[in-house]
């Protein structure tokens, strides 16, 4: 199972929106309505932002958004913060049942 | 409060085998599908295995299968993974997480990982 492919890094200004990818195949993201997302700060472990493509944990903030199209799953950060900062994961159920993880995306706050 | 524990990360040699715990508390334990997931240092999350509440289900990454099992113990409380035929590409921090209830995907509780360096 290959990792889902995201961009190394994104960045914005406090206030900005941006949005990272996460792309796949018909055999994970695409298949299933299955693509969470993780937030990591250094030293951390992660933490369940997104679940089932667009739904909030309880505690998340609303400036937390995900979705889905074809292979591709975003998650959106509105109002971008610094505390923002920090690496990002998506993940995905998969045909074979084996988990998937994303490569990875270093958010920068400017 | 919700916890997760891991223990019983270490320097091994490589060939040679560890075996990591991770304590529940705080939730059914036996209601939950568990998962361990590793991360090389500065590298990203990468899926270890996993197995279902009752141990009826249980998974491998291409990477481990044969070499590591992953098992539970609802008396206890307990997941754990034995690693055998370790390998330099082994080395990592490895997290036990809990899978959110009635998704298949999403691992709402993590502890705060062991670390394993496989090393001569």
């Known amino acids: 199972q290959s990792a889902l492919t995201q961009p190394a890094s994104v960045s914005g200004s406090p206030g900005q929106s941006i949005t990272i990818s996460c792309t796949g195949t018909s055999s994970d993201v695409g298949g299933y309505n299955y693509v969470s997302w993780y937030q990591q700060h250094p030293g951390k472990a992660p933490k369940l932002m997104i679940y089932d493509v667009s739904n909030r944990p309880s505690g998340v903030s609303n400036r937390f958004s995900g979705s889905k199209s074809g292979n591709t799953a975003s998650l959106t950060i509105s109002g971008l913060q610094a505390e923002d900062e920090a690496d990002y994961y998506c993940s995905s159920y998969t045909s074979s049942s084996k988990g998937v993880f994303g490569t990875g995306t270093k958010v920068t706050v400017l | 409060e919700v916890q997760l524990v891991e223990s019983g990360g270490g320097l091994v040699q490589p060939g040679r085998s560890l075996r990591l715990s991770c304590a529940a508390s705080?939730?059914?334990?036996?209601?939950?599908?568990m998962h361990w997931v590793r991360q090389a240092p500065g590298k990203g999350l990468e899926w270890v295995s996993g197995i279902s509440w009752n141990s009826g289900s249980i998974g491998y990454a291409d990477s481990v299968k044969g070499r590591f099992t992953i098992s539970r113990d609802n008396a206890k409380n307990s997941l754990y993974l034995q690693m055998n035929s370790l390998r330099a590409e082994d080395t990592a921090l490895y997290y036990c997480?809990?899978?959110?209830?009635?998704?298949?995907?999403?691992?709402?509780?993590w502890g705060q990982g062991t670390m394993v360096t496989v090393s001569s």
């Open positions: 997480a809990k899978l959110w209830m009635g998704s298949p995907d999403a691992f709402d509780i």
């Open positions: 705080g939730f059914t334990f036996d209601d939950y599908a």
